[in-house]
């Protein structure tokens, strides 16, 4: 099962300049909850924004990750 640190830093390596925050949220390591920050998600829609982070994990969303919900925003719309 992958913990939360593994998907903080698979997201961040993923998308160079990114922070992510990730919690596992049932403990079980089959639940998780990502705020992601990044520039690269300027002008892209909400969806887009999604499917490039779980791109990130491909097969693994609906696998071994059982569920990943997802904030995402530009560090503007973080101030």
């Given amino acids: 099962?992958?913990?939360?640190?593994e998907l903080k830093e698979r997201i961040e390596a993923s998308l160079p300049g990114s922070t992510a925050e990730?919690?596992?949220?049932?403990?079980?390591g089959d639940h998780f909850r990502a705020e992601v920050v990044?520039?690269?998600f300027e002008g892209l829609s909400?969806?887009?924004r999604h499917r490039l982070v779980y791109?990130?994990?491909g097969d693994e969303?609906?696998?071994p990750i059982h569920a990943l919900s997802l904030k995402t925003s530009t560090l503007e719309e973080t101030t």
Wanted: net charge negative; charged share 25%; glycine share 20%.
């Fill in 61 to 63: 969303v609906g696998g």
């Fill in 22 to 28: 990730v919690q596992d949220l049932t403990g079980g």
């Fill in 55 to 57: 791109d990130v994990f």
């Fill in 38 to 40: 990044s520039e690269r």
């Fill in 46 to 48: 909400r969806i887009d």
């Fill in 1 to 5: 099962m992958p913990t939360s640190g």
